[in-house]
């Protein structure tokens, strides 16, 4: 599978109106728009190492964050953080599926957002709330260890 994200079909009927008809291309409005597979990825198993991104006491529930970490080849990476309650922390991939651009959890609308085309996804699962953005944000495994939020962090696939 492939963090790059397909055309949404919209998107296509858009460009082909837009050969054909001035007039459509109103109907296509900014390019947003509603996400066609709204699925939520899973979430995978713990393996590898898990590496301590923040500590608990920073990441408030209901809050959102973003973490600096390593890939297992070493290359740097970001992880958008979310702390659901007390004892759950979901970790996704701040790589935005629509073209690469880096999601922060800096918003408006406490959600997680790529400024470069304004797709947002949810932090609760990482579904795409808002596109251009058709495919929800890759998972890690994530938890509360003591003091620490630690996340497993695989391979981009
Ligand atoms: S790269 Fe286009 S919305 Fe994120």
Redesign the pocket.
């Known amino acids: 599978m492939t963090d790059i994200a397909r055309p949404a079909r919209r998107t296509f009927m858009c460009a082909s109106a837009a050969l054909g008809s001035a007039a459509l291309l109103t109907a296509c409005g900014d390019g947003h728009s509603e996400a066609d597979t709204p699925e939520a990825l899973p979430i995978p198993e713990p393996t590898g190492e898990g590496q301590a991104l923040m500590k608990t006491k920073d990441l408030p529930v209901g809050s959102r964050a973003l973490a600096p970490a390593k890939d297992p080849s070493g290359k740097d990476v970001g992880i958008l953080l979310f702390r659901k309650d007390e004892k759950t922390v979901l970790a996704y991939s701040n790589v935005?599926t629509?073209?690469?651009?880096a999601?922060t959890p800096k918003s408006s609308k406490e959600d997680f957002y790529?400024a470069?085309?304004?797709?947002r996804f949810a932090p609760a699962d990482g579904t795409v709330t808002d596109g251009?953005?058709i495919a929800a944000l890759p998972r890690y495994a994530a938890a509360i260890q003591g003091d620490d939020i630690i996340a497993y962090v695989t391979a981009a696939e």
């Open positions: 935005c629509h073209q690469g651009c999601v790529c470069c085309h304004g797709s251009p953005a």
